[in-house]
């Protein structure tokens, strides 16, 4: 069983930046592939980036690929999105979730609001 909680949201202008984090309890951290997502008003949830359980590879959407870096501490049992060069279309809940083969543990989410 794996526990996250998501931190780091918040209200920042264009062009500004945001590191969001999510924490996980559970022995299991380590060895699950770990991803951020997020669900915008009225849209359904989509993908942003996954990383692998060691790390070694990652996969980003194509609308955050350049501006967002997802890494992960396994030692501090913590998963981070760096966020540079924000836009307004970034607005919205960000969720983290984990999983060995999909992803089936969810955080409650961080809301990330971008102004213009």
């Known amino acids: 069983q794996v526990q996250l909680v998501e931190s780091g949201g918040g209200l920042v202008q264009a062009g500004g930046s945001l590191r969001l984090s999510c924490a996980a309890s559970g022995r299991t951290f380590s060895s699950y592939a770990m991803g951020w997502f997020r669900q915008a008003p009225g849209k359904e949830r989509e993908f942003v980036a996954t990383i692998t359980w060691l790390g070694g590879r990652t996969n980003y959407a194509d609308s955050v690929k350049g501006r967002f870096t997802i890494s992960r501490d396994n030692a501090k049992n913590t998963l981070y999105l760096q966020m540079n060069s924000l836009k307004p279309e970034d607005t919205a809940v960000y969720y983290c979730?984990?999983?060995?083969?999909?992803?089936?543990?969810w955080g409650q989410g961080t809301q990330v609001t971008v102004s213009s």
């Open positions: 979730a984990a999983g060995a083969t999909e992803f089936n543990y």
